[in-house]
């Protein structure tokens, strides 16, 4: 059975398309028959984000059975797919999502992203990713844009070990936390790790070139391996925390394609880290004292070749439409939070004085708010805004969906974005936050569930089925947490 929405097949809108797909599969099938390769691994998305794989023969590639027909999976056994009494799903490889990359070492590793349907009726599964940010990248194109320009940056931090990560927790910690000072010896002590490096500080490495930084041949490792695979790098450097990495994606016109590139990049930084001995984690906040892992996001849209969103005679260059898009994002940041700072840890990053934000307040290029206009100097082509308080333990895919969704909502009903603070925000009173009428992100992963639940906005652009999963799942994670027995708990109340 050949899989379809309606009548086309998997991964295309229209019929036109099918010269295309049938192409792409035959430059696949090329590719992997001129390097000699006798598996591809197929990947996909589960609800939370999660990369899921598996590998096929490239026989059945070249037949075109595998592009076809796809390969049946459990769906009951994939985070937010599907209940054991309704599991079977199938995932199609899209040919056009399709790449190799050579490591080092000359191993040579093949892959393809995929679509998931529904076998009986051959229509995409509702609860894919991907169909998500398909679906938002079309109301995208019905409210008269070509497409979405999309930037993430991708923060996340370098261990050698999972014990290294708790023990640079312990030895960097905040006064007060668990009844410690500011700076521990037990990691120093420990003798687990005797490499000649020199030891970086919290939120003072930023850009800090080598010797110091002794991550610069992994990260130039995996941004080539990135360059290689087809997803453009704008430029890499360490970040402001200890370990902190940072690539930055140069910008795509698609939700679908960005979303594959950021699984992509997070699939390489640890396939290259292994390499590497150094276990990386896209944990929101992995060092107490430190900065935390964040994923901003630069927007645009874009309509014959023009940016919407630049108007050279407008107040800092913004256009009207890029005023409403503001107005959306602000104005559904609480009810959509739950979906880009998903867990319980991403509330230790969104808090004061670490560069992430905690207020609903937009300026041009005022760090301390949720959506930041970065300097241009009037580069029509390049003016964007930068939503930056997701992280990357998001799913990419839901991510994307549900900033261009808010944003579409607030140039439909022509939301206006409030006057700019360009103060910083952390320093304001509580007062005078009061009287500019800022509101604050949800403060919890819990709370962050319940105003999902008021705004409409998440529900439709996730979907029902995409959207009644996620507040189950993690509902229950919130439950998990709220019983948990931590050593934190410990420290502070064994001896009361």
Not at 68 to 92: P, T
Not at 120 to 137: C, Y
Not at 235 to 243: C, D, I, K, Q
Not at 334 to 358: C, D, H, W
Request: glycine residues 10%; neutral net charge; proline residues 6%.
């Amino acid at each position: 059975m050949t899989y379809r929405k309606s009548s086309p097949r998997p991964g295309r809108a229209s019929d036109n398309e099918a010269p295309d797909r049938s192409a792409a599969a035959r430059l696949a099938g090329e590719g992997l028959k001129k390097r000699g390769l006798r598996w591809m691994q197929v990947h996909f998305t589960d609800l939370l984000g999660g990369l899921r794989s598996f590998s096929v023969p490239t026989r059945d590639l070249l037949s075109g059975k595998v592009w076809e027909d796809g390969i049946g999976i459990d769906g009951s056994s994939v985070r937010g797919f599907a209940r054991v009494e309704s599991s079977d799903l199938r995932v199609v490889p899209d040919p056009g999502a399709f790449s190799v990359v050579t490591m080092r070492d000359g191993v040579v590793l093949a892959r393809a992203m995929g679509d998931i349907f529904e076998p009986r009726s051959g229509q995409r599964f509702e609860g894919d990713p991907r169909n998500i940010a398909r679906r938002a990248m079309d109301a995208v194109r019905a409210a008269g844009f070509d497409g979405a320009g999309l930037s993430p940056e991708l923060e996340f931090t370098v261990f050698r070990s999972l014990e290294e990560s708790m023990l640079q927790n312990d030895l960097w910690g905040s006064p007060g936390a668990n009844g410690a000072g500011s700076l521990r010896t037990v990691a120093a002590l420990s003798g687990a790790d005797r490499t000649p490096r020199y030891i970086l500080h919290p939120a003072r490495s930023y850009m800090v070139p080598a010797p110091y930084d002794d991550t610069e041949d992994y990260r130039g490792e995996l941004a080539t391996a990135l360059e290689d695979i087809g997803v453009p790098v704008k430029f890499h450097h360490h970040e402001n925390g200890l370990g902190q990495q940072e690539i930055e994606i140069m910008s795509m016109p698609d939700a679908v394609r960005m979303g594959d590139a950021c699984q992509t990049y997070k699939h390489l930084a640890r396939v290259v880290g292994r390499r590497h001995g150094l276990l990386p984690t896209f944990m929101p906040k992995p060092i107490e004292a430190d900065a935390g892992n964040g994923m901003h996001v630069h927007i645009s849209f874009w309509r014959g070749g023009s940016n919407t969103f630049y108007d050279r005679d407008a107040r800092y260059n913004m256009s009207q439409t890029m005023r409403y898009f503001i107005g959306g994002l602000l104005s559904h940041a609480g009810g959509t939070t739950a979906i880009t700072n998903p867990t319980v840890n991403s509330y230790k990053r969104l808090v004061p004085q670490f560069e992430a934000p905690v207020y609903i307040a937009w300026s041009p290029v005022n760090r301390t708010v949720l959506v930041r206009i970065p300097a241009r100097h009037s580069n029509p082509r390049s003016i964007n805004c930068e939503p930056r308080h997701a992280d990357p333990s998001a799913n990419p895919y839901l991510v994307f969906a549900v900033l261009l969704q808010s944003g579409l909502d607030g140039i439909r009903r022509k939301m206006e974005p409030g006057d700019p603070v360009n103060e910083n925000i952390f320093h304001l009173t509580r007062e005078k936050i009061r009287a500019l009428g800022v509101r604050r992100l949800p403060s919890s992963l819990g709370q962050a569930l319940d105003e999902m639940e008021t705004d409409e906005l998440a529900r439709r652009a996730l979907g029902k089925h995409c959207y009644e999963h996620f507040l189950e799942l993690k509902r229950k994670e919130v439950q998990a947490h709220s019983t948990a027995v931590t050593s934190w708990d410990h420290a502070m109340y064994f001896d009361v």
